[in-house]
């Protein structure tokens, strides 16, 4: 059965999905979650969640889907101590070197690949299978075509697939336009949202004229703001294919969002629906939050893989407004100055959200927000609702900007939307403890053994013969069972009767009893907090490999600023007889050649590869020519290669120890690599190679897209396309230069 997976930002929301049909939650912790700004999970809320789960048969996912540095080993290392301590049915990871610290440490918890690694290919899947990762989440890029052809080849290893929700306009994982522009990291959960604001357009000059087209009317926009997925048409698709979990974005959004999404697409699932019901709870979810809405890569691309097909599907972009859009809720025929004549084309509500567009100061145009606060029919009396059909007068909110008549009002939430709160008194989940008891004449001894450590406590009590017989055992067992709100609880009891007296005879005070229960669960619990925020001491590198020093970054990128190079064309050309000196990048004596983090077209990338290999080896250049990968699912291939070198490159992300280890565990042939572009420092005596510094003067792309600029920004044709272009866009007295080569798009400073 494919599961159905909804995010959970707060407690609240978590259970609120539980209860309107989510198979199950993913969430983050208070540190090293992609969506920090989100409320996220306290140790007592995910306690509180897995006892849920439990008693329910549902399922929670934890995420630590960020990049860390040296510096924050020991602060994953105390988060994944509660998550560990807690339990998760999965936790999704960015990072290799958390992936590492999770396999050595915390070999209970299930390891899934963030989509934050933007794996799009079957051997970007199957390399963390072999890292021991049970759960891939797939880049929201690929097709459903593309999924097919991973699932066949991939069967042994669960699949999910986003299903609803936001799209980035950069791939997951590879976008730094947050980080450039406003020092607010991605790959740190602080995403700005760059891809939400706007720009203006310039075409550039060095460019035959069709190859930067500028259509009139697009001269500025949101160029780089996507669609919202709506993916409920192609859900069972998905389903019927075996993709094990189908994934809601929205951690940011609250318990309404969470209701609306769980009961649509469980409808959707199990097909218990009618269209017309299926329609209205689709609607109740757009009204909670929805941009403009498309099928994305999954039924909206028009194309069934990388293969240059007119797309005469639907648009990707959502480029005329970037934010919650609503529905249509009301025609306007006549507007006076606080209100409006309208003909509802829903029914509405006093206290309904409402909004319409007008003229921007700032942005092309500005949305006008307001609660609706009075409705009147023609005779001026005061109404709650208006049906659908119905004239009436509207309020309009004071000091705006009125809109005009023939435009349109948008609902953009219910009066009555939020749901009613979930009680979050729930008892926390337990971690249960064997425990051993010796009962003395003056003493009652308990020793119990957690994490390596034994914890034994000695307590003075009152021992008396009993009156009548006693079920010593279990009168322990009835008083040390119930801790109360700690986070431990009784295992297996046994104890060691030392009093002289006869099991049978032995007479505890419950009262004592009682008290010792009180501190013995508080000592435990204090424990728990000792071992829990214990700092990690930073271990040596075992021993240190010679590596290679790499030229700065910015001297391997191309005239245009790309840091990597193109393996079609450079097949076609060493094919044709060209030399490298000039075609490959050449510092300090050596050739450089970084693949592309993007690979659509697998097949062909590795034929290509292939291709340029065998040049090299057969032409004498191969010594001298080193490779970088770029992505996870380049790591097989450099493996197979005996007689190359090969570097981790800004793609592939070493930001700590960790992920050096892991590096240098995967390729027996690493010749370097590179720090991780947003850091200029590490703890030298933790890395098992030094890795070379990206230098000031490299600056990345800020996105890389499957998203056509021409066509899904500027809604350019797709006919005689020459699949490529070239334009600049402003915004705030910067310039960006924007290219698109075969359909991909790359915008990098100008």
């Known amino acids: 059965m494919t599961e159905l997976a909804l995010p959970a930002g707060s407690l609240q929301a978590a259970l609120v999905a539980f209860n309107e049909g989510a198979d199950a939650t993913y969430l983050g912790m208070r540190n090293f979650s992609a969506r920090k700004e989100a409320t996220n999970f306290s140790l007592e809320d995910l306690s509180k969640l897995r006892q849920f789960a439990n008693e329910h048969n549902k399922k929670i996912y934890v995420t630590v889907n960020t990049l860390i540095d040296d510096e924050q080993i020991s602060e994953v290392v105390k988060t994944l101590r509660q998550i560990a301590f807690i339990g998760c049915d999965g936790i999704i990871v960015q990072d290799l070197g958390v992936a590492r610290i999770v396999k050595n440490q915390f070999p209970s918890l299930s390891l899934h690949g963030s989509t934050q690694l933007a794996v799009h290919t079957i051997e970007g899947v199957r390399e963390l299978e072999r890292l021991g990762f049970s759960r891939v989440v797939l880049a929201r890029e690929l097709t459903l075509e593309e999924i097919q052809t991973i699932r066949e080849a991939c069967p042994n290893i669960e699949l999910?697939?986003?299903?609803?929700?936001?799209?980035?306009?950069?791939?997951?994982?590879?976008?730094?336009?947050?980080?450039?522009?406003?020092?607010r990291s991605a790959n740190c959960g602080a995403c700005a949202q760059i891809c939400r604001s706007w720009f203006a357009l310039e075409a550039d000059p060095s460019v035959h004229a069709a190859l930067s087209p500028t259509p009139e009317g697009k001269e500025t926009g949101w160029y780089f703001s996507m669609s919202?997925?709506?993916?409920?048409?192609?859900?069972?698709?998905?389903?019927?294919?075996?993709?094990?979990?189908?994934?809601?974005?929205?951690?940011?959004?609250?318990?309404?969002?969470?209701?609306?999404?769980?009961?649509?697409?469980?409808?959707?699932?199990?097909?218990?629906?009618?269209?017309?019901?299926?329609q209205a709870l689709d609607e109740s979810l757009s009204i909670v939050f929805a941009r403009r809405q498309t099928k994305g890569w999954l039924g909206d691309y028009g194309r069934v893989g990388h293969n240059f097909e007119v797309r005469t599907a639907p648009t990707l972009g959502s480029t005329s407004f970037p934010s919650h859009r609503g529905v249509p809720a009301a025609k306007i025929k006549v507007v006076k100055k606080d209100y409006a004549i309208v003909t509802a084309l829903r029914d509405i509500a006093i206290r309904d959200g409402l909004?319409?567009?007008?003229?921007?100061?700032?942005?092309?145009?500005?949305?006008?927000?307001?609660?609706?606060?009075?409705?009147?029919?023609?005779?001026g009396k005061s109404l709650a609702f208006a049906y659908k059909g119905e004239t009436v007068e509207v309020d309009l909110p004071r000091n705006e900007e009125l809109p005009?008549?023939?435009?349109?009002?948008?609902?953009?939430?219910?009066?009555?939307?939020?749901?009613?709160?979930?009680?979050?008194?729930?008892?926390t989940t337990k971690f249960l403890l064997d425990t051993q008891v010796e009962v003395l004449e003056k003493d009652l001894v308990l020793t119990t053994a957690f994490k390596g450590n034994t914890i034994c406590h000695t307590y003075e009590i009152e021992v008396a013969k009993a009156q009548k017989d006693q079920d010593l055992q279990q009168h322990l067992v009835n008083v040390f069972s119930k801790s109360d709100t700690s986070y431990f609880g009784l295992g297996e009891l046994a104890f060691e009767n030392k009093t002289g007296l006869e099991d049978n005879q032995v007479f505890l005070p419950l009262s004592w009893l009682k008290a010792i229960r009180r501190?013995?669960?508080?000592?435990?619990?204090?424990?728990?907090?000792?071992?829990?925020?214990?700092?990690?001491?930073?271990?040596?590198?075992?021993?240190?490999?010679?590596?290679?020093?790499?030229?700065?970054?910015?001297?391997?990128?191309?005239?245009?600023?790309?840091?990597?190079?193109?393996l079609s064309i450079l097949a076609k050309?060493?094919?044709?007889?060209?030399?490298?000196?000039?075609?490959?990048?050449?510092?300090?004596?050596?050739?450089?050649?970084?693949?592309?983090?993007?690979?659509?077209?697998?097949?062909?990338?590795?034929?290509?590869?292939?291709?340029?290999?065998?040049?090299?080896?057969?032409?004498?250049?191969?010594?001298?020519?080193?490779?970088?990968?770029?992505?996870?699912?380049?790591?097989?291939?450099?493996?197979?290669?005996?007689?190359?070198?090969?570097?981790?490159?800004?793609?592939?992300?070493?930001?700590?120890?960790?992920?050096?280890?892991?590096?240098?565990?995967?390729?027996?042939?690493?010749?370097?690599?590179?720090?991780?572009?947003?850091?200029?420092?590490?703890?030298?005596?933790?890395?098992?190679?030094?890795?070379?510094?990206?230098?000031?003067?490299?600056?990345?792309?800020?996105?890389?897209?499957?998203?056509?600029?021409?066509?899904?920004?500027?809604?350019?044709s797709c006919e005689g396309c020459p699949l490529k272009g070239s334009w600049y866009v402003k915004q705030q007295n910067h310039r960006y230069h924007v290219m698109v080569n075969d359909c991909i798009t790359t915008v990098v400073k100008a």
Not at 255 to 275: I, Q
Not at 404 to 425: C, F
Not at 532 to 540: I, L, S
């Open 160 to 183: 999910k697939v986003f299903i609803h929700g936001s799209l980035c306009y950069g791939f997951s994982g590879l976008c730094t336009a947050s980080e450039q522009l406003c020092g």
């Open 228 to 278: 919202d997925l709506k993916a409920g048409d192609v859900a069972k698709t998905l389903q019927d294919m075996g993709i094990d979990s189908l994934k809601v974005e929205g951690r940011m959004k609250g318990p309404a969002y969470t209701l609306a999404a769980s009961r649509y697409y469980r409808a959707v699932l199990d097909g218990s629906a009618t269209e017309e019901e299926k």
């Open 355 to 379: 909004m319409y567009y007008t003229k921007g100061k700032k942005d092309p145009i500005e949305a006008i927000k307001f609660g609706l606060s009075g409705i009147f029919d023609q005779k």
């Open 404 to 427: 005009h008549a023939g435009e349109m009002l948008y609902l953009i939430s219910l009066h009555d939307q939020n749901p009613a709160l979930v009680n979050e008194n729930i008892p």
């Open 519 to 566: 501190d013995w669960y508080s000592c435990l619990d204090n424990e728990l907090a000792k071992w829990m925020t214990a700092d990690e001491q930073p271990a040596p590198a075992e021993e240190k490999l010679e590596v290679e020093s790499l030229p700065s970054r910015e001297k391997l990128c191309t005239k245009e600023g790309l840091p990597y190079l193109d």
């Open 573 to 716: 050309q060493f094919s044709a007889g060209k030399k490298p000196e000039g075609i490959l990048f050449f510092e300090n004596n050596l050739f450089y050649l970084p693949l592309s983090p993007v690979i659509f077209g697998e097949e062909q990338f590795f034929k290509d590869l292939d291709t340029v290999v065998s040049y090299l080896r057969k032409e004498g250049y191969l010594e001298k020519t080193r490779f970088g990968l770029n992505n996870i699912g380049q790591l097989e291939w450099a493996r197979s290669q005996k007689d190359i070198l090969c570097f981790i490159d800004i793609y592939l992300y070493l930001g700590n120890a960790e992920s050096a280890k892991m590096a240098v565990e995967l390729l027996p042939n690493l010749a370097g690599g590179y720090l991780w572009m947003e850091r200029d420092h590490f703890q030298e005596e933790r890395w098992p190679f030094t890795p070379t510094l990206v230098g000031s003067e490299f600056t990345p792309p800020l996105f890389i897209s499957r998203s056509c600029f021409r066509h899904d920004s500027l809604m350019l």
